[in-house]
């Protein structure tokens, strides 16, 4: 399974809420990972530059999402480099960022980039591939039919 290894604010800043606050937006940001990770084959991890008020370094939001802040002394970017650089498999891994620097570190270590609008893209394709299965009618057996008929004879 792949990891996404997203770079979260410039995921952020891509989408542009009219927030009051980088705390609210990094909540829309996540609400938005949650509901699209719901149909998304992949595990992601959300990466933001570190923030003095957090208490945790990381934290688990679901069993294929997980958002990490960079330690202190490191820039998400670097900190993104440095999980890419202590990886056994590289090749588990696509860094999501349109930060051209930043994909171009990324790449010369062997991994993949795709661009936040990529990304993005991805989601909502496999949200509306998700959508179109549930909206098919579903054909019963004819063994199941069967049974149907009895029961609503019998009523």
């Keep these: 399974m792949t990891t996404y290894l997203v770079d979260g604010y410039n995921l952020l800043f891509f989408l542009s809420y009219d927030s009051p606050s980088l705390e609210r937006g990094r909540e829309k940001t996540i609400s938005l990972l949650i509901q699209a990770n719901q149909v998304f084959k992949g595990e992601i991890c959300l990466i933001f530059d ?3 008020a957090e208490k945790k370094n990381q934290y688990f ?27 056994n498999k590289t090749s588990n891994f696509k860094v999501v960022s349109s930060d051209k620097s930043l994909t ?12 936040v609008y990529s990304f993005l893209q991805k989601l909502r394709k496999s949200s509306e591939k998700n ?14 039919l069967s049974r149907l008929a009895k029961i609503f004879k019998s009523l």
Excluded at 61 to 87: C, H, R, T
Excluded at 131 to 144: A, I, N, V
């Design 131 to 144: 959508r179109e299965e549930d909206s098919k009618p579903t054909k019963e057996s004819s063994k199941e």
């Design 104 to 115: 171009m570190q990324v790449k010369e270590l062997g991994v993949k980039t795709i661009s």
């Design 50 to 52: 570190s923030n003095f």
């Design 61 to 87: 939001l679901s069993s294929q999402i997980k958002v990490e802040f960079a330690p202190n002394n490191l820039s998400a970017d670097e900190y993104i480099i440095e999980k890419l650089q202590g990886a």
